[in-house]
T-cell receptor
Framework: AQSVTQPDIHITVSEGASLELRCNYS??????LFWYVQSPGQGLQLLLK??????LVQGIKGFEAEFKRSQSSFNLRKPSVHWSDAAEYFC?????????????FGAGTRLFVKA | EAQVTQNPRYLITVTGKKLTVTCSQN?????MSWYRQDPGLGLRQIYY???????DKGDVPEGYKVSRKEKRNFPLILESPSPNQTSLYFC?????????????FGPGTRLTVT
């Protein structure tokens, strides 16, 4: 069955430190891959997406993610975290051929930022 | 302003009392979807619609109904709510076509069924 795993339920980093959030997927072919952010009390906002091509994708708010086919991973990174990055982050996949209609989300990773 | 709106934002109801959560988008998107968010489970898709009068089940459709009579609206109907439907619900929309794919989410509706 298709699945998305975010191994870390929560992560705490100091402001200014680097960040990496992990995401692994289980699917026969490479799906379309996404990262969303949810600030407290808000809906989800798309950070970045991967369809094909360059495996390092840039997103909004200084985030980037790297697709590694051999590891079935799509980890999210940011070189220097700001206090405003404290939020919950969701990795999501869409199976190719699904037309973008079937989205599977991971359970989320909550990011805490220490001053 | 391009947006997805949901109403109500908060709702407390009793078991068995029919309710409807409305969702509306002003971006002329073909695709709309409903999700529920529960702690530790992320978002799970309830129903989606590819266009007017075209809907299909997501991963957790039991106990829910939807309709898509107009392009902009996609209401979620709970005919007989039960406590296990207490959750945070999100509506989302996007243009069809995977290369332009980006889902826009509403602000959420927090539903409590007692």
């Amino acid at each position: 069955a298709q699945s998305v795993t975010q191994p870390d339920i929560h992560i705490t980093v100091s402001e200014g430190a680097s960040l990496e959030l992990r995401c692994n997927y289980s699917y026969g072919a490479t799906p379309y891959l996404f990262w969303y952010v949810q600030s407290p009390g808000q809906g989800l906002q798309l950070l970045l997406k991967y369809f094909s091509g360059d495996t390092l994708v840039q997103g909004i708010k200084g985030f980037e993610a790297e697709f590694k086919r051999s590891q079935s991973s799509f980890n999210l990174r940011k070189p220097s975290v700001h206090w405003s990055d404290a939020a919950e982050y969701f990795c999501a996949v869409d199976p190719r051929g699904g037309g973008g209609f079937k989205t599977i989300f991971g359970a989320g990773t909550r990011l805490f930022v220490k001053a | 302003e391009a947006q997805v709106t949901q109403n109500p934002r908060y709702l407390i109801t009793v078991t068995g009392k029919k309710l409807t959560v409305t969702c509306s988008q002003n971006m002329n998107h073909e695709y709309m979807s409903w999700y529920r968010q529960d702690p530790g489970l992320g978002l799970r898709q309830i129903y989606y619609s590819m266009n007017v009068e075209v809907t299909d089940k997501g991963d957790v459709p039991e106990g829910y109904k939807v309709s898509r009579k107009e392009k902009r609206n996609f209401p979620l109907i709970l005919e007989s709510p039960s406590p296990n439907q207490t959750s945070l619900y999100f509506c989302a929309s996007s243009l069809s076509g995977i290369l332009t794919y980006e889902q826009y989410f509403g602000p959420g509706t927090r539903l409590t069924v007692t």
